[in-house]
């Protein structure tokens, strides 16, 4: 409690939920492009806002804390209406972005430090969404579209995952559809995604306290009753040792609260029983049989050590922006040369070098997965969410689950066969009390967003 009396006499940026009259929140600019065929760009100004998760939730009429740690406040919190009534989401100020957050955005880039140790507070990871006014995330409608965007990975070690990908999230972050939302896009209010997360302190304008237990390996996370469910497309999630795109159909089309079997929750053997497509259709180099496509130096085709151009094309299968989603390309551009995707090297099976949806059945069936991606909808229902329109996020994180080895390393751990090598990582990587002490600087650079036609881009 002194703590943050003293973090607001620093700042002096301290307001409610509920009161939005003042506006504090300093939301950092960063330009991006719009292409049109024949190359032809167009800036756009965006703003980046951070997930409502990270920031400071206190009592409305004070600057004591609803949230301290995994834990709800029980006095302020017994319930879900009390809670949501007296508690309040707070803004980030210019010199909390970086000083707390870790978060830098100059010009086009966007960069995002792993732990910072502010003046009273450790902070680990972040995730932000990119605003195109200070109250509405930018909507991209990626359908017979392409999008770039310049990544440096090298920094990310076994454990660490820099990721950029969209989620179908209300324009507004649920404001106007939820009277208790009072803060919205603004706020980073909103988040959902395919794996339907219960650690969302807020869903549906309402603090998600019932039945919420603190994790036990996580100090700043927690799990409450309901989950926060929606489409989501993966372009990339990475470190300097492997990566994968991939994509997650639900069978909701809107941010969608769940409870029970609809989270798919893993605990209760829910995993495929759940509204969206956990596992996804991934397209990862490594996993599907070429190890020396991406890594670091020069042995590799794709050198993460450096920067590296990534294109993503969603392509139709009439070329018109109200066809079917039919395959997702990827393309790399490293030391002004266009390097075409790795293509699957298992004896039995296509050299595919994009998804589609023969890629997915064919390499889950050699895997032995479940073909949830096709029960899902498949590319057709992925598609109908890009043409809706999706949220851009950028993140750093580590995984307190899994621990990254599905991304990086051999997952199952003790399986074997195709499909569980995915990286070169030790299966004893990735633990994140290792990660976090011994990483705290890595930083992961995002820059040169640019989207628009099909080959516009790069
Ligand atoms: C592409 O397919 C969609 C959906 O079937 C249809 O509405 C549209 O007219 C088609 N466009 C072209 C150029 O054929």
Redesign the pocket.
């Known amino acids: 409690m002194k703590l943050f009396l003293i973090v607001s006499c620093l700042f002096g940026t301290i307001y409610a939920q509920h009161a939005g009259t003042n506006t504090p929140e300093s939301a950092p600019q960063i330009s991006i492009e719009k292409c049109s065929s024949g190359g032809s760009c167009q800036q756009e100004s965006s703003l980046i806002t951070l997930d409502s998760n990270w920031r400071w939730t206190h009592h409305v009429d004070d600057y004591v804390n609803c949230y301290t740690g995994n834990e709800w406040d029980q006095q302020f919190c017994p319930d879900v209406a009390t809670c949501t009534a007296q508690c309040a989401l707070d803004g980030v100020d210019q010199a909390t972005w970086s000083g707390t957050y870790g978060i830098q955005v100059s010009g086009s880039e966007l960069s995002l430090k792993f732990v910072t140790n502010g003046p009273f507070s450790k902070n680990v990871g972040s995730r932000v969404y990119l605003l195109e006014s200070e109250t509405k995330y930018k909507m991209f409608s990626l359908l017979n579209q392409e999008f770039t965007f310049d990544v440096d990975s090298s920094q990310l070690d076994c454990g660490l995952n820099g990721a950029l990908y969209f989620v179908e999230m209300e324009q507004d972050g649920g404001l106007s559809k939820y009277p208790t939302n009072e803060a919205g896009a603004k706020f980073g209010t909103g988040y959902c995604d395919a794996q339907c997360p219960h650690d969302m302190k807020w869903i549906n304008g309402e603090a998600n306290v019932q039945d919420w237990v603190p994790s036990d390996n996580d100090e700043n996370a927690g799990f409450g009753h309901f989950g926060s469910c929606c489409m989501e497309m993966d372009l990339w999630e990475a470190n300097s040792k492997s990566q994968a795109y991939t994509a997650h159909a639900c069978d909701v089309n809107e941010p969608t609260r769940c409870e029970g079997q609809d989270c798919g929750d893993n605990d209760s053997g829910d995993r495929y029983n759940g509204v969206c497509d956990k596992d996804g259709c991934d397209f990862a180099s490594y996993r599907m049989g070429d190890t020396s496509f991406f890594g670091e130096g020069s042995s590799f085709k794709v050198d993460s050590s450096k920067p590296v151009t990534v294109v993503t094309q969603f392509i139709?299968?009439?070329?018109?922006d109200?066809?079917?989603l039919v395959e997702i390309r990827r393309k790399y551009v490293q030391n002004g040369q266009v390097i075409e995707n790795s293509k699957v090297n298992f004896d039995g099976v296509s050299d595919y070098d994009s998804i589609t949806d023969d890629f997915c059945t064919d390499i889950k069936d050699l895997f032995g997965d479940v073909n949830d991606h096709q029960k899902k909808g498949g590319l057709k229902t992925m598609g109908e969410a890009l043409k809706r329109g999706m949220v851009l996020v950028m993140s750093l994180w580590d995984d307190h689950e899994a621990f990254m080895l599905w991304l990086d390393s051999n997952y199952p751990e003790d399986g074997s066969g195709p499909g569980v090598e995915r990286g070169p990582c030790p299966t004893s990587s990735g633990r994140p009390e290792d990660v976090e002490s011994n990483q705290p600087e890595a930083t992961v650079k995002f820059s040169n967003i640019r989207y628009g036609d099909i080959d516009s881009t790069y």
């Open positions: 139709t299968d009439n070329g018109s109200n066809g079917d």
